[in-house]
């Protein structure tokens, strides 16, 4: 089955900072999705982006499908930020895909 | 639109015992996919139901099941539990579309067994 890597593993960031995550997919996907998982354990819905660039504030994500990569930027973080992003991923009817995520911390 | 809604919250059962958690989507939405999330493991998908009809099947044992009602609701069961299967629970629910779906997961059941 479809393979999902993300990186980096962990990030700790000053408040104010901007951050850069990356998912790596192994095959083609027609649907790709990035969620934010608060401490809560709530998933937060981000972005619906399975190509190009859209953006929410201050986050933006960007999706090269032919490369088999997305990327999430987060600009001048703030605390509230803070929790594991993932990136999930859907090949052609099958089921969604989940990579191991990325745990985010902002310090004040 | 009221998110989607899961329940109890919070469970607590001994092992060899059985649970059912349940889940209402979103109005409208026809599919209800639950994920198990564990500390070790990560997310992983149990199944997925559509029109009342179990469209796909992650690679868990029989003791889990599910069902989905004609109102869109969904129930899962776990027969037989074991202290592995302490995990928070989530549920999604998602709207079908010619150009894909999004999915939007309630707030989890999470199950401790002792």
């Known amino acids: 089955g479809i393979q999902v890597e993300q990186s980096p593993p962990d990030l700790i960031l000053q408040e104010g900072a901007n951050s850069t995550l990356r998912c790596n997919f192994s095959d083609s996907v027609n649907n790709l999705q990035w969620f934010h998982q608060n401490p809560w354990g709530q998933l937060i819905n981000l972005f619906y982006?399975?190509?190009g660039t859209k953006q929410n504030g201050r986050l933006s994500a960007t999706t090269v499908a032919t490369e088999r990569y997305s990327l999430l930027y987060i600009s001048s973080s703030q605390t509230t930020d803070s929790g594991v992003y993932f990136c999930?991923?859907?090949?052609?009817?099958?089921?969604?895909?989940f990579g191991p995520g990325t745990r985010l911390s902002v310090l004040p | 639109k009221a998110g989607v809604t899961q329940t109890p919250r919070y469970l607590i059962k001994t092992r060899g015992q059985q649970v059912t958690l349940s889940c209402s989507p979103i109005?409208?939405?026809?599919?209800v996919s639950w994920y198990q999330q564990t500390p070790g493991q990560g997310l992983q998908f149990l199944f997925e139901y559509f029109s009342e009809t179990q469209r796909n099947k992650g690679n868990f044992p029989g003791r889990f099941s599910g069902r989905q009602f004609s109102n869109s609701r969904s129930e899962m069961n776990v027969s037989t539990l074991e202290l592995g299967d302490s995990a928070l629970y989530l549920c999604?629910?998602?709207?079908?579309?010619?150009?894909?779906?999004?999915?939007?997961f309630g707030p989890g059941t999470r199950l401790t067994v002792l």
């Open positions: 982006i399975p190509s």
């Open positions: 999930a991923v859907e090949n052609y009817g099958q089921n969604f895909v």
């Open positions: 999604a629910s998602s709207l079908e579309g010619t150009s894909g779906r999004s999915m939007f």
């Open positions: 109005s409208g939405h026809r599919s």
